[in-house]
């Protein structure tokens, strides 16, 4: 790793010299949280978002990876997902079929993806009543400090506008503190109908990681670790705070060369 560092309640940074030295950190980092996990509660609840996301985690589909993580304790959930049919293009169900669920012994009855013959609103309630269920039997982990699941790992990719999930900017999204999964329909990134995570549930896990590559998003990097100031708390991915849990930046040297350098430490 060229840099690492961290920021007092913004979480460690790790900021890696190349795209291949990011794809093996995080597929370390992933690989020993599911161990962790399974050996903890027997089973591993990881959530994921769309993007560029799974392209980074390409390497768990290969060795060592694919032989030593127990791929049969993994129940796969999207901490947001477009509202389209799951063999759509735009679909992050088919994004992480094709690119790793297909590519590992998951077992096809512990992946969870939203019903998509419904409505964004009812995609929404019909996820969270299957997140409660399966919250009930405790293969998703319940917090200890209010009643929201508590994921063992929650991975978010970071828009160049800051948002993370699909909460965008000043979207009354962000606002929501009953529902563990709601919906919207004005998406300014395409699609527009999209369900998500609030940030209860998101602050609720164990781990989160973001993930960010490129130098397009490196102003909302800046924004949402930096102490910059008034204008940086409306940026969604600053509001990600886990009470008890951690949060990882993986990012490129691009994405965080607008970092300030106090945060930071060579390795
Ligand atoms: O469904 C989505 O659109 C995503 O979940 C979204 O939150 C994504 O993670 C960011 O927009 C970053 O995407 P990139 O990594 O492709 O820039």
Redesign the pocket.
Known sequence: MALSGGHKDRGELRIHESLDELKTDLADYIAEISEASVKERGVFAIAL?????IGLMGKLCEAPYNKTVDWSKWYIFW????VVAKNHADS?YKLAKDGLLSKVPIVPSHVHSINDSMSAEEAADDYEFVIRQLVKSRVVNVSDISDCPKFDLIL????PDG????MFPNHSALNEREEWVTFITDSP?PPPE?ITFTLPVINSASNVAVV??GDS?AEAVHLAIDDVGPESSLIPARMVQPAKGKLVWFLDKPAASKLEASNLSSK
């Not at 948002?163 to 699909?166: I, L, P, R, T, Y």
């Open positions: 978002s769309g993007g560029s996301l901490a947001d997902e477009r992050n978010l990719g970071l828009g948002h993370v999930a699909s990134k999209r960010v590559t998003k």
